[in-house]
């Protein structure tokens, strides 16, 4: 962390580790576990992670209704067929984390 590295952490579960532990440990970009997209629940705390700081990531855009629901949550970048363009997880990450340096 000191030499000013992002941490990704994908999958996230919000009941598993509390915002403010991620933050402790040092983790920048958060994308949730695809199961939890579409819940008006999660949008919420989507919204919260990312006023707290967090670059939110999205994946699994396959249809307009989840790119939608994904960028009005906050999702800054986001893969998936509807997105027009492939790119590897390994790209969106990369993509994100210069962009916010």
Known sequence: ???N???VL???HPDAIPPERLK???FTHIRLASELYMDQVIANT???LKKMGFVLLGGGADTHDLLAWQLAAGVEFCSGMVTGEAKSEDEI???AI???R
């Open 1 to 3: 962390l000191r030499g």
């Open 5 to 7: 590295i992002r941490l």
């Open 10 to 12: 994908d999958g996230y």
């Open 24 to 26: 402790e440990l040092g």
């Open 46 to 48: 989507m919204y919260d």
């Open 93 to 95: 990450i990369r993509e």
């Open 98 to 100: 210069l962009k916010s």
